[in-house]
């Protein structure tokens, strides 16, 4: 959803000969499956801590063409029908091969797409990039009109991206808030490994104190750079925001074992050890002792989600 120049590029360059397939060293989780470890493992070498709650997976797309191998997740934390929290994460295994036409189109679509990338744009708050070769480190952060992000994005041949969140939308009735808060984390260099990670994290502004928006437009959010002094309590809660997504992107570089020399310097934005609000911690521990219960055979599938639907409407 929120990586559309980077899905562009996959579907792309793998238009004539792609097909579904899994990775064989991917954590396999299915659509609708929910995790309650407070983590998302992408494998073994890669894995998001996620805040505590009950996450939801909505989206699993899975791609092979040739060498290369494709893999998309998005997870979602859900509260009241809403989606409160979400990752997107992509992971391509760029392997060895055909390199100097494969590192070019990622340059391309980090530096050169006309409608998103790792560069100054009116709509991003705050961008931190190192460029250097074929390697590349980059943070993004910024609000999100969501509508607008969902169903009619500013290049419209990009909308076939959010297919599966809009099905996800229309079937279930659950949606995503109309702004929020959202970060885009990329690194990729041949010095160290052909995996190339992509992380995107969205966040209700509520979760961190944010007060309640009047604009719901790109262009008339309080949280746009260009209306932000306006409005400084929204500046206080980016501000929070902006610290998250440092802290994230602290531990995204250790996960890819950047090297020292492509580090960005974020010490200036983690100014704040804040916390995301949760729902009622006493629901999620029944719900993940409804979810042993499940595994174990305890309860049956019927049992399981009527149980938990019940507890979530108390």
């Known amino acids: 959803m929120v990586m559309q120049n980077l899905t562009k590029f ?5 238009i004539i000969n792609i097909f579904i397939y899994t990775t064989v060293n991917a954590k396999i989780y299915k659509v609708g499956e929910q995790i309650t470890n407070n983590q998302l493992e992408m494998n073994k070498n890669f894995i998001i801590d996620l805040s505590e709650g009950i996450w939801t997976v909505i989206n699993r797309e899975e791609y092979k063409w040739g060498y ?43 530096f050169k797409d006309p409608y998103d990338g790792c560069y100054e744009r009116p709509e991003y708050y705050l961008v931190k990039v190192f460029q250097m070769g074929r390697s590349h480190n980059c943070m993004i952060v910024r609000h999100w009109d969501v509508v607008k992000q969902i169903h009619s994005p500013d290049d419209p041949q990009s909308k076939h991206t959010t297919v599966q969140y809009r099905k996800f939308i229309r079937e279930t009735g659950i949606n995503f808030p109309k702004m929020a808060l959202g970060s885009y984390h990329s690194y990729f260099s041949r010095h160290n490994r052909n995996n190339w990670y992509q992380v995107a994290y969205v966040i209700h502004p509520k979760l961190v104190d944010g007060p309640k928006n009047k604009f719901f437009t790109e262009d008339t959010s309080e949280y746009h750079k260009y209306n932000i002094e306006k409005h400084p309590n929204h500046k206080k809660t980016m501000k929070k925001f902006i610290s998250i997504a440092s ?10 074992k950047a090297q020292k020399h492509h580090l960005l310097d974020l010490s200036k ?7 995301i609000k949760s729902m009622n911690k006493d629901i999620v521990k029944q719900l993940k002792e409804l979810n042993d219960l499940y595994k174990s055979g305890a309860l049956s599938g019927y049992e399981f989600e009527k149980a938990k639907k019940k507890l979530l409407n108390n």
Do not use: C
């Not at 029908?81 to 760029?94: A, L, S």
């Not at 934005?269 to 916390?275: G, M, N, Q």
């Open 269 to 275: 934005y983690l100014t704040e050890d804040v916390k």
């Open 10 to 14: 996959i579907k792309l360059f793998f």
């Open 247 to 256: 802290n994230f992107h602290k531990k995204f570089e250790l996960m890819q």
């Open 68 to 110: 290369f191998d494709f893999t998309i997740w998005g997870v979602a934390k859900i509260e009241n029908k809403e989606i409160v929290e979400f990752y997107e994460v992509i992971w391509g295994d760029m392997g060895s091969r055909l390199q100097s036409q494969i590192d070019p189109l990622i340059y391309s679509a980090q």
